[in-house]
């Protein structure tokens, strides 16, 4: 057995031992007073085929993808376990390679003191931004990296907070064969200067990560390296006011797949500030990055399984249909750009205020390549991204309230396989919100995208229902009437009941990216059913 | 290795041995808006007997803030009916977390924000959805929800006044 995993199996015996003792000697002379929480998610899709949008009939004509969580907390101890099945996954979530499986995936035990925690087991950890190491997990994307080993949480004084992770990372239902350490420390610089706090007295931390990814090579070359060490420093500033985070990480050589063995070292420069007053607030953001894809797995091409760092496309992620037709993802191998944001409300009583107030959202987010890849600052001439956006959102009465927005996008037609040509978009949006009766609401929105390139003009219309708690109904439809005349309709129900929500649609989704938290993959058109459950319960 | 190991056990074994009274809500650290940190532990504990709810958001959710906006416009309102304790938190991670204070400060919201950008919080107690809204009372949760539509938040109300 080799070292790790006779370290892993000895403190999850520790725990497991300590945990069931308590929780036994608890139970013989009263009762166990721990807390038992848990998840039930679902979501089944039925596929048919449609020529018209090239939507096939896989083989499985059912899919169902499920995650089962259990969690158990008394006093300072918790344990728990996540199971998934998927029979098999829904159609573009893995690889079509990935076949039918079921698993308990994760299982953790957990200690936890005011200043001091031990998790053994799978754990999921960020450190500063995650630019440098972040193990989580979407649901929606299909992305969780949790590492199976050990997390240690410490203060060991009044202004330090140290974080220390071992283990390996999950790759679907299996664990990466690289063994990933790191270790991550945050000063208290206030604290640690003994200033006299009052509330003017800003908030600054220093923070320090190092992150160690050993995997085995066994090809030709001598100078491979089978360690890549990546550093990363961060300053955050803050007062009630005003804010101000900079973080930077430079990673060794990493040549893996997906940036075709570069022996080159990555970089990462990321600035955030932020200033509020009386309803307004802004924020500006900038991040220029260099081969800096991290990964568990050198082998390994999709951006979904077994990442080490998160590296979130830094726009505005909007709710529009149409907005989601050209989306832009961060590329690791080298991008320079930033966004800012301005939020504002105008307050009640005054005359654009009204009774209820209206407030304004605009957005700038530009991005391009680097001229000089081991130069962050060298903004190149290829424009990868661009979107200026504005929404306003009125609140007329109790009953009545109104959005509508404007979006204009560029887009670089080289990012995406299914399209060749830069893209320009326009888009505009109305919505309205309309309550007839108390708990009795009807929404309708819609949109529309023109542009002259790709696929032309889009159109949308949804419309949504809720006669009365806790049913609601949909119908929407996204219409391409610029070149293919495609209709990508669809109509639904929910039912939800306090933490319990079931729902059912029936239509058609185009191919494209589907992106969550900035993270993107790759889904085929479909046409068919899907089904979603979701529920939460406790002791 | 054996000596760390057997260090280790000797450590846990220590301190699993002195556990004292025992609380079953899990403990996050949370960094508010306004600068507050807590653990979620001390804060549901802090509450007592006065009801306090927890209403998980983001800056992309358009029903979280629907939601949030009729409750700010309704909170000092029911606060005089019945004072309650109410915060969001904000499960923005690193993609929009540098959002959530100006976003808050220029909705000029009436209560705090907390931030959970590893979603630590939300899977300690199970939230796959957002929004979902938690009520607590004598440290316990007494009410949960998820999803919102136009008018649902005269139920969180209504449930608030009969607890």
Known sequence: MKSYQFKVILLSSILTFNFFKHSFAQYNSQYITGHFNGSYENTSQYYMKDDKIKALQPLEKF???????????????????????????????????????????????KYTQNKFAVQVGDFYEQFGSGLIFRAYENRQIGINNALEGFNVYVEPTDFMKVKVIYGRVREIFDYSKALTRGMDAEINLISLLKVKENEHTPAITLGGSYVSKYEEYTGPLDNFPATVNAFATRLDFSTNNFSLNAEYVNKGKDPHLVNNYSFKKGNALQLNSSFTKNNLGASISFRALTNIDFKSDREQEFATIGPLNYLPALTKQHDNLTSNIYVYSTQPKGEIGGQTDLYYTFKTGTKIGGKYGTTIAANFSYYSSLNDSSDLLSAGKEKYFSDVNIELRKKWSKKMETTLSYQNVFYNGSLQ???????????????????????????????HLSTKKDQGNWTSALSEFSFSSPFAFFASDLYNYGKTKNHYYNVGASVTRKSSRFSFAYGKQRAGLFCAGGVCRFVPANYGFTASLTTSFAN | MKKTCILTFTFLVFISLSLSAQESLPSVKLKAVSGRQIDFKDLVNESKDTVMVISFWATWCIPCISELDNINDAFEEKQAIKPFKFYGVAIDDSRTAQRVKPFVRGKGWKFDVFTDVNSELKRALNITDVPHVILFKNGKIVYRHTGYIAGEEENLFETIKNL
């Open chain 1, 63 to 109: 899919s169902s993808n499920g995650f089962l969580k259990l969690d158990y907390n008394y006093g300072d101890f918790s344990a728990g376990i996540q199971y998934e099945s998927y029979m098999p996954p829904i159609m573009g979530y893995f690889p079509f390679t990935v076949e039918s499986n079921n698993k308990i995936v994760n299982k953790y035990f």
């Open chain 1, 417 to 447: 396989v299914l399209s060749n040509s830069n893209v320009i978009s326009n888009i505009i949006a109305a919505g309205i919100l309309y309550k007839f009766a108390p708990k009795k609401s009807v929404r309708f929105k819609m949109e």
